[in-house]
C-alpha cells in the first residue's frame, strides 16, 4: 500500500487549502482512511478520518466545524477540506489507512504515507 498526499502550502490564517491522498495498492475502497498532523516539537494528532464508503466521519474537536474528510473511492483519494486555518493548525499532515471499514480507534491505522506540510501564517 502507497499513500501519496499532496496540497499543502503556505497560506494566510483564515484562508482554505485541500489536501488530497492518492492509495496505489490494496483495495481502496473497503478500508477507512484518515489524515494525522504534527506540529514541530508536538506529538502526532489525529485529525480524522472516514469509512470505507464515505458515510461516515469523525474529527478531533480542534478542527471539528472547519474540516471536512471525503473521499472518491473511483478515483483511489481521500480529501481534506481545511477552512478557517489558524496558525496553530501548522503542521506535516499524513494520510493513513485502516486495517478495518469503520473507524474505531486511532490505533486502527497501520499504513502511513509520506507527510505534507501546511504553514499557516498569522
Known amino acids: 500500500v502507497q499513500l501519496q498526499a499532496s496540497g499543502g502550502g503556505l497560506v494566510q490564517a483564515g484562508g482554505s487549502l485541500r489536501l488530497s491522498c492518492e492509495a496505489s495498492g490494496g483495495t481502496f475502497s473497503n478500508y477507512a482512511m484518515g489524515w494525522f498532523r504534527q506540529a514541530p516539537g508536538k506529538e502526532r494528532e489525529f485529525v480524522g478520518a472516514?469509512?470505507?464508503?464515505?458515510?461516515?466521519?469523525y474529527y478531533a474537536d480542534s478542527v471539528k466545524g472547519r474540516f471536512t474528510i471525503s473521499r472518491d473511492n473511483v478515483k483511489n483519494t481521500m480529501y481534506l477540506q481545511m477552512n478557517s486555518l489558524k496558525p496553530e493548525d501548522t503542521a506535516v499532515y499524513y494520510c493513513?489507512?485502516?486495517?478495518?471499514?469503520?473507524?474505531?480507534?486511532?490505533?486502527?491505522?497501520?499504513?502511513w504515507g509520506q507527510g505534507t506540510q501546511v504553514t499557516v501564517s498569522s
Open positions: 472516514i469509512s470505507w464508503s464515505g458515510g461516515n466521519t
Open positions: 493513513v489507512r485502516s486495517g478495518r471499514s469503520y473507524y474505531t480507534g486511532t490505533n486502527d491505522f497501520g499504513f
